[in-house]
């Protein structure tokens, strides 16, 4: 699939643009502070519904703006649809799909598929376990838009039984009205292993399915280095659920919820004590190994780095196996990359249907990909800087 037209308007630095984009590899170039990460996260917003550098919407609405307005035609197999979402500043976001309102903005979800490589990406590695159970759910809910729904539906859940453990803990230590709290409880519990293993099922099946690419795709960028390996961790499942090369049965998720309603039960007296939810998907990680040794704390700079490009290169892989390619994103990573680990990137970029590259100066993408740039520049005075696209188109970087 490829997006033919990117329409923003007041999206961070960009109070208008309307950009025609075609197949094949674009790089947009333009000196540090200009809004060229701008336009991918824009991309990656119309595809997640998130950032890939903000958790809150806020700070994608341009400064001094009410609202913000992302939207763009995505092609797909010859087939063509318009996706439109509206952020706003204290209201409920709204979202459009060929100009028709949706119920709710995640219906856009699938529209558009993006895989996208930046710099944040080291925190995959290095960072906390919240960074790669988003890794997980937002490849599984490309797979399987429906999953945007169970994931909403778990986070609710979760927040009001959290809630719940809290108050019943307290009241349990000061002997007060226990009862119907904990009958509560037992409904919170039914609810949370309802979510929870249709969750879990597709983070299983996802891991069995990225398994084989992952270490395929770390040996085409490191292949001098360890072999790499992911393994899902939770610390309530069986150790066979946890085997990546365990093939999913149709009745996992009726098994995964038995599971977690007996753990649920094991753990209450302990929740209870803690006030917090201590058995479900959101305690779990994904296990990245290098060799025998976990990567997180033992990989050198460069090898986390090889890592976390081998994880978005292996899910590229994975959706592009579903028929259709989808839209590449490297965020300035060019320049980080050794002349091996650049040459294997381009030749994954070399292959797919669209490459949105941005960059500081045309030396840092591969001459090979001979991508069409896109000047990027801004004007203005300080807080006001506005960026736009120069009219002028800079030679080619090949
Ligand atoms: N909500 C906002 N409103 C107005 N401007 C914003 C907003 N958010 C970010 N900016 C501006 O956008 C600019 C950063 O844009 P961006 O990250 O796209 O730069 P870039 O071209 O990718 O730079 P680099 O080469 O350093 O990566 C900054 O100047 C920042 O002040
Ligand atoms: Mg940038």
């Not at 699939?1 to 984009?21: A, G």
């Not at 795709?217 to 499942?237: C, D, F, K, Q, V």
């Not at 997180?296 to 994975?318: I, M, N």
Request: proline share 5%; with cysteine.
């Amino acid at each position: 699939m490829y997006v033919r037209t990117l329409t923003l308007r007041d999206f961070r630095s960009w109070d208008q643009v309307d950009l025609e984009l075609s197949p094949g590899r674009t790089v947009f170039l333009g000196a540090n502070g200009n809004g060229k990460t701008n336009l991918v996260e824009a991309v990656g917003y119309l595809s997640t519904l998130g950032s890939h550098r903000v958790a809150a919407d806020a700070p994608l609405i341009r400064l001094g703006a009410q609202r913000s307005r992302l939207g763009a035609t995505v092609v797909n197999s010859g087939r063509e649809l318009r996706i439109d979402v509206e952020l706003n500043q204290g209201s409920a976001n709204r979202a459009q799909i060929n100009r028709s309102p949706v119920r709710r903005t995640r219906e856009i979800l699938g529209i558009l598929q993006t895989v996208l490589f930046a710099p944040e990406d080291l925190a995959l590695v290095r960072g906390d376990p919240s960074e790669r159970r988003r890794f997980l759910d937002e490849l599984c809910t490309a797979r399987l838009p429906r999953l945007a729904g169970v994931r909403s539906d778990y986070d609710r859940v979760l927040r009001q039984r959290s809630a719940l453990l809290k108050t019943a803990g307290r009241q349990a230590r000061s002997r007060s009205g226990q009862a119907t709290e904990l009958s509560t409880l037992d409904v919170w519990d039914g609810h949370l292993a309802t979510h929870g293993a249709e969750l879990l099922a597709q983070r299983l099946r996802l891991v069995n399915d990225l398994y084989p690419h992952l270490e395929q795709s770390y040996r085409s960028i490191a292949p001098e280095s360890r072999t790499a390996s992911i393994r899902y961790r939770s610390g309530y499942l069986p150790p066979e659920f946890l085997d990546p090369a365990r093939p999913p049965e149709a009745q996992d998720v009726e098994v995964l919820e038995a599971i977690m309603l007996r753990e649920l039960s094991e753990a209450r007296p302990k929740e209870l004590e803690r006030g917090v939810c201590l058995v479900g998907p959101h305690r779990d990680d994904l296990e990245l190994m290098l060799g025998s040794a976990p990567a997180k704390g033992f990989a050198s700079h460069g090898e986390s780095w090889s890592f976390a490009l081998a994880l978005r290169l292996s899910a590229f892989e994975l959706l592009r196996g579903m028929g259709t390619d989808p839209v590449l994103m490297l965020d300035d990573v060019f320049a980080e990359l050794d002349r091996h680990r650049r040459s294997a990137l381009a030749a994954v970029a070399a292959t797919a249907e669209q490459v949105l590259i941005t960059a500081a100066v045309p030396e840092d993408v591969p001459a090979e990909l001979e991508a069409t740039p896109l000047r990027v520049e801004t004007d203005g005075a300080a807080d006001e800087r506005t960026s736009h696209i120069a009219d002028q188109v800079s030679p080619t970087t090949s």
